[in-house]
């Protein structure tokens, strides 16, 4: 099971290594059918279906408990050795205490093992030469491969979007990109609205296939290694760290998949010539017409924590670091794209560079993009929250304001980049209460470390049961609630704010709870250190 999760952590991505599977059997027979009514589906009834349900919800994590029937029809089969008995006894509702075995197929002897070992030699011939040794790849090693395939995908689709344009020659942009981005500040360049790019159907005609388009291996190889610096550049913190980062671009991923689709009456059966892909994307105001902008949000959620030193922003400030010194607000977040982007431009990712633009407008739209999505996982900062309250309000309000400046698909697009990039750094409070149980004991771990280390005035421990009500008062639900109004991502707007709303009722419940084992934890941490 964990060399499978471990496999699939490369595909599916961060927290797939977490899962682990509990099995039961029991052996019979059992009725079968299809019952009718709306979600009729083929299902299995009877006492061995019931019997084999409680050898699951007894069972233990990564191990599969059979019963004593299925036990016995393991040994009448000569595999006697593949059953371990459990060292207590288990009471199961209505058949009282019952004697139950754990399944050990490592205790094979004899030419049945030999023939397994040759089967399983041979699947792993056949496995991808990147995971031939996934044993041997750590936790980042495999978060880096999965979102190397995560870009890939998205350079694919940009390269796509080209048509006719597919030179990867950028040698004309070298004195461009030398003085881009190369002002005071980062936050200088910030802008309320960025204008995203419009198509019309002569631009789509010309669009190529995304699954046809082959990177190259050269450019490949550079953004492997480019992912493999970054994650070398987060800090060993234990909540803002690469695999926060993966967790982030994985919610990122996943809206921007599930961002509301085309429907029948606009695209390519539009009659009119002067089409555009606004109209193609539905309800998304443009950010599902233009690859390079999804791009950008995705690269902007993987290097947005980029060397976090594991305190907020006002404590940087009262110490007068030396990037405080520099860019005075939004600090962690200005030097996370100053690093990120003078990363990028080094000649050694110049093929990697080619895929991602090829045009001055594009390199300035990167920029943009990327600029503003950072900038928006500063929550704290008053200004820049003013800010997006009154383009909200504006723009999606039950009663906004008439401006057709403020009003347009631009700034709608803008507001809903920053609302899914901020939903996302915060995405572990909307999913399954145990994921959000485990990061919010990550963070409590790096603000803890940072008070007993005096990097903090107060002892989190104190406020951090209170605190969670309050974040998910006024900030995680009013944002879930957003992402829901908007119109933009269907139901997945819907499934965060349940998660949300059910996470907040949840530690209400057991929270105080959680922050003395969190304390625990940390105490018994540091003193076997």
């Given at each position: 099971?964990?060399?499978?999760?471990?496999?699939?952590?490369?595909?599916?991505?961060?927290?797939?290594?977490?899962?682990?599977?509990?099995?039961?059997?029991?052996?019979?027979?059992?009725?079968?059918?299809?019952?009718?009514?709306?979600?009729?589906?083929?299902?299995?009834?009877?006492?061995?279906?019931?019997?084999?349900?409680?050898?699951?919800?007894?069972?233990?994590?990564?191990?599969?408990?059979?019963?004593?029937?299925?036990?016995?029809?393991?040994?009448?089969?000569?595999?006697?050795?593949?059953?371990?008995?459990?060292?207590?006894?288990?009471?199961?509702?209505?058949?009282?205490?019952?004697?139950?075995?754990?399944?050990?197929?490592?205790?094979?002897?004899?030419?049945?093992?030999?023939?397994?070992?040759?089967?399983?030699?041979?699947?792993?011939?056949?496995?991808?030469?990147?995971?031939?040794?996934?044993?041997?790849?750590?936790?980042?090693?495999?978060?880096?491969?999965?979102?190397?395939?995560?870009?890939?995908?998205?350079?694919?689709?940009?390269?796509?979007?080209?048509?006719?344009?597919?030179?990867?020659?950028?040698?004309?942009?070298?004195?461009?990109?030398?003085?881009?981005?190369?002002?005071?500040?980062?936050?200088?360049?910030?802008?309320?609205?960025?204008?995203?790019?419009?198509?019309?159907?002569?631009?789509?005609?010309?669009r190529l296939e995304a699954t046809s388009i082959d990177i190259g291996e050269e450019a490949k190889t550079q953004l492997r290694k480019f992912l493999t610096k970054v994650a070398s550049m987060y800090q060993d913190n234990p909540f803002h760290n690469f695999e926060h980062a993966s967790h982030v671009t994985a919610s990122v991923k996943k809206l921007g998949t599930r961002i509301v689709n085309v429907d029948?009456?606009?695209?390519?059966?539009?009659?009119?010539?002067?089409?555009?892909?606004?109209?193609?994307?539905?309800?998304?105001?443009?950010?599902?017409?233009?690859?390079?902008?999804?791009?950008?949000?995705?690269?902007?959620?993987?290097?947005?924590?980029?060397?976090?030193?594991?305190?907020?922003?006002?404590?940087?400030?009262?110490?007068?670091?030396?990037?405080?010194?520099?860019?005075?607000?939004?600090?962690?977040?200005?030097?996370?794209?100053?690093?990120?982007?003078?990363?990028?431009?080094?000649?050694?990712?110049?093929?990697?560079?080619?895929?991602?633009?090829?045009?001055?407008?594009?390199?300035?739209?990167?920029?943009?993009?990327?600029?503003?999505?950072?900038?928006?996982?500063?929550?704290?900062?008053?200004?820049?929250?003013?800010?997006?309250?009154?383009?909200?309000?504006?723009?999606?309000?039950?009663?906004?304001?008439?401006?057709?400046?403020?009003?347009?698909?631009?700034?709608?697009?803008?507001?809903?980049?920053?609302?899914?990039?901020?939903?996302?750094?915060?995405?572990?409070?909307?999913?399954?209460?145990?994921?959000?149980?485990?990061?919010?004991?990550?963070?409590?771990?790096?603000?803890?470390?940072?008070?007993?280390?005096?990097?903090?005035?107060?002892?989190?421990?104190?406020?951090?049961?209170?605190?969670?009500?309050?974040?998910?008062?006024?900030?995680?639900?009013?944002?879930?609630?957003?992402?829901?109004?908007?119109?933009?991502?269907?139901?997945?707007?819907?499934?965060?704010?349940?998660?949300?709303?059910?996470?907040?009722?949840?530690?209400?419940?057991?929270?105080?709870?959680?922050?003395?084992?969190?304390?625990?934890?940390?105490?018994?941490?540091?003193?076997?250190?």
């Open positions: 099971m964990k060399d499978t999760t471990l496999k699939l952590e490369v595909s599916l991505g961060p927290d797939t290594s977490d899962l682990e599977l509990r099995v039961g059997i029991h052996s019979g027979q059992v009725t079968a059918g299809v019952l009718r009514g709306e979600r009729s589906r083929f299902q299995l009834f009877g006492d061995t279906m019931n019997t084999a349900a409680r050898m699951e919800s007894t069972s233990q994590r990564n191990r599969i408990q059979v019963s004593q029937v299925t036990a016995d029809l393991l040994a009448a089969s000569g595999l006697s050795t593949w059953i371990v008995p459990r060292e207590s006894k288990i009471f199961v509702k209505g058949k009282g205490e019952l004697q139950t075995y754990w399944l050990n197929t490592k205790a094979e002897k004899g030419s049945m093992a030999a023939k397994s070992k040759c089967e399983s030699q041979r699947v792993q011939e056949l496995d991808d030469h990147f995971l031939n040794d996934i044993g041997t790849m750590t936790k980042t090693e495999r978060l880096v491969e999965w979102n190397v395939e995560v870009l890939t995908s998205l350079l694919q689709q940009i390269i796509a979007s080209r048509g006719d344009f597919v030179d990867a020659n950028i040698a004309c942009l070298k004195e461009k990109e030398a003085t881009i981005g190369k002002g005071d500040t980062v936050l200088e360049e910030f802008v309320p609205i960025i204008q995203l790019k419009r198509f019309d159907a002569s631009d789509l005609s010309k029948d009456r606009n695209g390519l059966t539009t009659p009119k010539d002067d089409v555009n892909l606004v109209d193609m994307a539905g309800h998304s105001y443009g950010i599902t017409s233009d690859p390079l902008t999804q791009f950008s949000v995705v690269f902007s959620a993987i290097i947005h924590d980029l060397d976090h030193p594991g305190v907020p922003n006002a404590q940087l400030v009262k110490e007068n670091t030396r990037s405080a010194q520099i860019f005075k607000k939004s600090v962690a977040e200005q030097n996370s794209v100053e690093l990120a982007w003078g990363l990028l431009m080094g000649k050694e990712y110049e093929a990697l560079r080619a895929c991602i633009y090829n045009s001055e407008d594009d390199l300035r739209r990167f920029r943009q993009l990327v600029v503003n999505s950072v900038m928006a996982t500063d929550i704290v900062d008053k200004e820049l929250q003013a800010l997006r309250k009154a383009r909200w309000e504006t723009a999606f309000a039950h009663n906004p304001i008439h401006d057709a400046s403020l009003t347009s698909d631009d700034c709608k697009a803008t507001i809903v980049i920053e609302h899914l990039i901020q939903a996302s750094d915060v995405v572990h409070t909307m999913q399954h209460w145990h994921i959000y149980r485990a990061w919010n004991e990550k963070f409590f771990m790096e603000c803890y470390a940072a008070y007993q280390s005096g990097r903090a005035d107060s002892d989190p421990s104190e406020n951090w049961y209170k605190g969670e009500i309050g974040f998910f008062d006024f900030y995680v639900i009013p944002l879930a609630k957003k992402l829901e109004s908007c119109g933009v991502f269907g139901v997945s707007s819907r499934e965060y704010l349940s998660y949300a709303q059910s996470n907040r009722d949840e530690w209400v419940r057991e929270g105080e709870r959680l922050v003395k084992e969190y304390l625990a934890k940390y105490r018994k941490m540091i003193k076997e250190q």
